[in-house]
């Protein structure tokens, strides 16, 4: 009876410490695990590596000159998400985006992409950009129509002395559904992150 | 007196020729009306599309219908996308239109997101059911599997220990 009772304590005292273990196995495996939200956005050269942003690697993009960019973005915030690219085109003095208060750049949009995306999925397409017309203003240069994937775009607003310096900015935009609007960036609980991208070109004319 | 006149005249001709040249965005609100409300209800619809999604994801959708509603949701951002600029063209009956197509894309989303969160609620609710049940069994598969083998063991060290003793007794015998 003692040797029964003996072999009765032990048993019980595995059988409690084995549920322990597997109650908390069990725990582990329904629960899922808190990570890091968060969006990758991307432009690549027209190799698609991140090299050759420029044709024959020369920033002076010449009127009717094709660049081809790729523009990507990963989606790590563990849900399914809106998420918007904007195009601006901006020079020198127009603000870029405010990585601080997280403010948008004042610069105008040029064109919108708007899609979807799964968790960790890579969304990423072709942005094949050509200035078609400048306009001259007393040394300042205004590229005034873009063709833009086979659209076209037309900008009064942004120019530049001898056409230097200006810059397409890439915003990653995202859907709230907390404000129920798309937002510039995107809210990891109570934190708000934001992304975006520039580069710099300058518009020139044949001969200059 | 004629200059403010002719000023005056200059002006309307002005905003009239403004309204003209740029379609869409020129035109009178109670002309776009239509169309304006239809693409906003459009975007209400898509949001609610996406949170149903997202609510379906959420409960443990699968990912292979999940892509099929996510593909939905992109058909129908690009229906608002059209409409948008059918708006601005000026296109009002052909904006409402692909408005209208989008808002029963979306609508259709939320009827399957919801069925599909339901589904992937009960799904997961039973997986978890059946983990947590699986604690006990496991729990007494080890117990069992603990004792008998201690007992094993045991009887095992007992045995050699014996035959140490027998081998020992012998070795003193032969001594002797």
Known sequence: MARL???LKRAVT??????????TL?????????????FQIYVLGETGKAERYYPDGNPNILVG????????????????????????????TIKAPDDVNRVPSPAPVLLEFKKVVLSNETWEFPFVWEIREINVDDGVIYPTVFEINGMVFRNSQVGALKGHNLRIVFELWSFDPESDRVMFGWRTGVERRVAWLQIWFNATIAGT | MLGLVLLAVMTMLGIVAFSYA???????????????EAVDEANVEFRR?????????????????????????????????????????????????EAEQSMEVSRGIVSDALRLRDESSLRTYHGK????????VASLLVTVGA??????????????????????????EEET
């Open chain 1, 5 to 7: 009772s003996e072999d």
């Open chain 1, 14 to 23: 595995i059988f409690i410490s084995a549920t322990i273990v597997f109650s």
């Open chain 1, 26 to 38: 069990a725990y582990v495996a329904v629960t899922p695990r808190p990570r890091e939200q968060f």
């Open chain 1, 65 to 92: 000159r094709v660049v081809r960019w790729y523009l990507g973005t990963t989606n790590f915030m563990g849900s399914v998400q809106y998420v918007v690219i904007k195009a601006k085109l901006g020079n020198s």
């Open chain 2, 22 to 36: 740029t379609p869409g965005v020129g035109l009178p609100a109670s002309v776009l009306g239509g169309g304006n």
């Open chain 2, 49 to 97: 599309a996406l949170m149903a999604v997202r609510e379906a994801e959420a409960a443990g959708a699968d990912e292979v219908r999940l892509r099929i509603l996510v593909e939905k949701l992109n058909w129908a951002l690009r229906m608002i996308d059209r409409a948008e600029g059918l708006l601005l063209r000026g296109n009002i009956e052909g904006a409402a239109a």
């Open chain 2, 129 to 136: 059911v059946f983990t947590f049940a699986m604690v006990p």
């Open chain 2, 147 to 172: 004792h008998y083998g201690w007992k094993w063991w045991r009887r095992r060290e007992i045995d050699r220990m014996m035959r140490m003793e027998i081998s020992g007794l012998r070795e003193s």
